[in-house]
Structure formats: structure tokens, C-alpha cells
């Protein structure tokens, strides 16, 4: 004999699973922040105690330039490169980007499992992945579900670990926080606010897109922020879009973004770029050390330094 539920106990059934999807998506919320911030701080004893984590990239092989600067997290494209950093410095995982063109990744499951089967070990690593680049849902609608899975690929291996994506999110691609808020461990807020249309830094931007990522759910433990230290005045580019911050712009971009990401809740922060790229980024911090640019080497050290 089938049971026929009335309208209102049906009604009532409703509401009750809803109300516990809710309660359960809040509970894995604060779980994922308490887990960011037990592997925040368990990463940062690795390095050293207490220590803020700060990620530059393009360095190349030659790490030693960036840890004079008081960086400790190297941009590393194989688990071999792992042993060559210096002392107190550990490496994150470069495992190719999401192809936006394609939809599909530069590296396979097989690759990835190998490499993190490899890596997760090795004590010169972070634990951190960085599995994609300003990946764009509105141009892949199935991007966040792909990442997802890369992320479950990634725990698979190493439960320590923790995947790494970065965000731009900006006019054209509004929704991508909310798009991708579930995709991975960790979330860098991109936001270039010194472009060459203006005469000012459009400071505005960094509170707009923290804000977005905010929305999305995002606890900012999940949160990394992202400064801009390039310009593209000397690069290939066609359209030279961005330009190197001055000193006193860059003090500002890092005071914003230390009122809207506290040092102390971020997993870590990430400077882009270290190194020139041709086409990209030049001038950079690698070259910004008040010779031909303005000297933003040291501002960053004494920034560093300040947290210590």
C-alpha cells in the first residue's frame, strides 16, 4: 500500500530538507575556514614560526634575488626544481593552467596524480597547487566542475594539500567568484588597479572585487590576495594596458588590501610579477629598484619586514 502525502505535510517535508541543505552548507562553510586557518598556520611553521607567507612568480631558477626581498614561496614548475630552493623557502606547484581556448587542461589526470604522488612528500613543498590561471566560466561553462574535480584529484593524493586558482572577476566576468567559489581550496583575488588610461590607480577596484569574492560565500581565510607590481611600458604587448605602480601608489594598493585581507587571515599573498615576461609584465619587481623605475624592492621589504 503507497502512503499519499497530504499538500502541507509535503509543503512541510519541503522546507524541512531545504532547511537542512542550509544547515549542512553552513557547516561545511565554517569547516572549510577552520581548516584554512589550521593549515595557514601549520604551513607557516614549516617555514618558519609564525611566519607570513608571501609568493612571487617568473623568478626563474634564481629564487635568492626574491628572498632577499623577504619572499619564501617560490613559483616552482616541477617537484625536481623542489630541491633547489634555498633554506627556509618551500615551493608551489606550477601544474600547467586551464585552457580557456580549449576548455580542457594542459595536464592530464594521470600527469597530476603522478606529480602530486611525488610532490606531497617532499619537504622543500608548500602543499599548495597552483592548477589555474584566471580560468573563465562564462567562456567554459563547465570550468568550475572541471576544477572541482582537479581539486578532488588533488586530495585524493595528498589530503593535505590544497589546490590554487586565480580570480580576476572583473566588468567582463562578474559571476566568476561565485562561478568558482566551491571549485578549489584556495581563491587569488586578482585586480590590476594602475593601468595606463589613468592618471590615479583606480584604488576602488580592490574593494570592489573583494567584495564579490565576499558575496560568493568566500571566508577570506580561502582568500589571496594578489598586488600589482608591473607595468607593460617596456613589454611586446600591442595594447600596453597596466603600468608600474610609484612608491607611494604601491603603499596605498598594500594598505587597502591589509584593511580588506588582515596579513593575519591570509593563507598567503601573491605578487605578480617578479620576473619580466615579454609580452606581459615589464617592467617588474625584479627590475624595480629605483635605478630605471621606482625602487618598490625596498617598500616590499620593509612591508615584509613589518609583519615579522
Known sequence: MRYFASKASECRSIDDQRTSRSLWKLLLIVIIGMMGWFWQAAASRAIGEDAPLHFTVNHRKDFSQAVAIGFNLADVSSVAALDALPEGTKGILWMRNYNNAKCSWQTSDEETADIVRAAHRNPK??????????????????????????TALIHQYDPDGRSFIAVSGGFKFPEEFAQLADAADLIGVV??????????????????????????????????????????????????????????????????????????TRPFDMTYSWG?????????????????????????????????
Open 276 to 308: 619580466e615576461q615579454t609580452k606581459h609584465a615589464c617592467p617588474s619587481l625584479s627590475t624595480a629598484d629605483g635605478s630605471d623605475f621606482p625602487d618598490l624592492q625596498s617598500l616590499y621589504t620593509r612591508y615584509f619586514a613589518s609583519m615579522r
Open 125 to 150: 613543498f608548500s602543499g599548495i597547487y597552483f592548477i589555474a590561471d584566471t580560468p573563465h566560466p562564462s567562456v567554459c561553462p563547465t570550468a568550475p566542475q572541471q576544477i572541482a574535480e582537479r
Open 191 to 264: 585586480v590590476y588597479p594602475c593601468n595606463t588610461k589613468k592618471a590615479r590607480c583606480e584604488m576602488d577596484k580592490i574593494a570592489e572585487r573583494v567584495g564579490r569574492a565576499r558575496s560568493a560565500g568566500i571566508p577570506i581565510e580561502r582568500l589571496v590576495p594578489v598586488f600589482q607590481a608591473f607595468g607593460q611600458s617596456c613589454s611586446d604587448a600591442k595594447t600596453k594596458w597596466y603600468r608600474l605602480p610609484t612608491e607611494e601608489e604601491m603603499t596605498e594598493i598594500l594598505a587597502i588590501w591589509d584593511e580588506l585581507l588582515p596579513p593575519e
